[in-house]
């Protein structure tokens, strides 16, 4: 027995891949020092967009990516504030 085509207006699930591949993956979180220019945060958006479409074969327009700028005196790495080092 052949299962029944899913109708169009039916909710996805987690399997239906193509739903979810469009509209909820990947997403990103990167944290970086501030102060790189506008030019250099488009040029990681795109590189990281572009690679991550090659690799899990989505479109470039479900990729999303949340730049937060640290300043740093609010970043630490063993013990020693960014801010301290030289």
Request: glycine share 6%; net charge positive.
């Amino acid at each position: 027995m052949k299962p029944r085509p899913r109708r169009p207006d039916a909710p996805a699930q987690r399997g239906n891949t193509g739903f979810y591949r469009r509209f909820f993956m990947p997403s990103m979180h990167i944290e970086l020092f501030e102060g790189r220019s506008p030019e250099k945060k488009r040029e990681l958006v795109q590189a990281l967009t572009e690679q991550t479409c090659k690799v899990l074969g989505c479109r470039p327009d479900a990729v999303h990516i949340i730049l937060t700028e640290v300043r740093k005196d609010h970043w630490a790495t063993g013990g020693v504030l960014w801010s301290d080092k030289s």
